[in-house]
């Protein structure tokens, strides 16, 4: 059975930095669409960023991107979500997902199906102005 195990999270001041990690264990797959998302209190989950296990193909959402780097160790079977110049709209719980049939589309990444995947607990990461 797939697990995912999120760490890292914190409370951290507007323009700081943060390194989310999301360990995941019980797959074979050669290749998995591994991302992050967030979802803060009221508001609808938000897709963040996307790595593509086998090419290491990424994806980010305009609201991250130049700031967050989503980056993968093989070895460790981790994934790494860093993050920096942190703003109070990134207040969150960060969840780790992991969609082990989705596939780099024609725009070179892949993006997981939510119903598909594989979750964590989630970790919460929390930024004061």
């Known amino acids: 059975q797939v697990q995912l195990f999120e760490s890292g999270g914190g409370s951290v001041q507007a323009g700081g930095s943060l390194r989310l990690s999301c360990a995941a264990s019980?797959?074979?797959?050669?290749?998995?669409?591994m991302a992050w998302f967030r979802q803060a209190p009221g508001k609808e989950r938000e897709g963040v960023a996307s790595i593509y296990t086998g090419s290491g193909s990424t994806y980010y959402a305009a609201s991250v991107k130049g700031r967050f780097t989503i980056s993968q160790d093989n070895a460790k079977n981790t994934v790494y979500l860093q993050m920096n110049s942190l703003e109070p709209e990134d207040t969150a719980m960060y969840y780790c997902?992991?969609?082990?049939?989705?596939?780099?589309?024609?725009?070179?990444?892949?993006?997981?199906?939510?119903?598909?995947?594989?979750w964590g607990q989630g970790t919460q990461v929390t930024v004061s102005s």
């Open positions: 997902a992991a969609d082990p049939i989705a596939i780099e589309d024609f725009d070179g990444y892949c993006l997981p199906s939510p119903a598909r995947s594989y």
């Open positions: 019980g797959y074979t797959y050669s290749s998995v669409c």
